[in-house]
Nanobody, 124 residues
Framework: QVQLVESGGGLVQAGGSLRLSCAPSGRTVSSSAMGWFRQAPGKEREFVAAIGSSGGGTSYADSVRGRFTISRDVAKNTVYLQMNSLKPEDTAVYYC?????????????????WGQGTQVTVSS
């Protein structure tokens, strides 16, 4: 049984920063890639970033590349999303995800485990 618990969401002004954390609990797979997705009201869930099991490889959506940084504490099996230069269009519910795919292939259809989501709201 795997549970992903997100934290760090909140309200921030445009240009500000937030750091999301995802702390898995329960049984996990050591080879699993982890990532972040987001979903705004009325829109489909979209890929944000992913990181490989070793933490060495990362992938980002074009919309966040250069502003967001995904990292992983392998020992703690915890993933982070540092979000800088936030824009109002970043407003969404952010979901932590874990899967067996390589980080470059992670998408909303091959995720094995989802977190409950954490709200990120960016005001302007």
């Amino acid at each position: 049984q795997v549970q992903l618990v997100e934290s760090g969401g909140g309200l921030v002004q445009a240009g500000g920063s937030l750091r999301l954390s995802c702390a898995p609990s329960g049984r996990t797979v050591s080879s699993s890639a982890m990532g972040w997705f987001r979903q705004a009201p009325g829109k489909e869930r979209e890929f944000v970033a992913a990181i490989g099991s070793s933490g060495g490889g990362t992938s980002y959506a074009d919309s966040v590349r250069g502003r967001f940084t995904i990292s992983r504490d392998v020992a703690k099996n915890t993933v982070y999303l540092q979000m800088n230069s936030l824009k109002p269009e970043d407003t969404a519910v952010y979901y932590c995800a874990a899967g067996l795919s390589q980080y470059a292939y992670m998408n909303s259809h091959n995720v094995l485990y989802w977190g409950q989501g954490t709200q990120v709201t960016v005001s302007s």
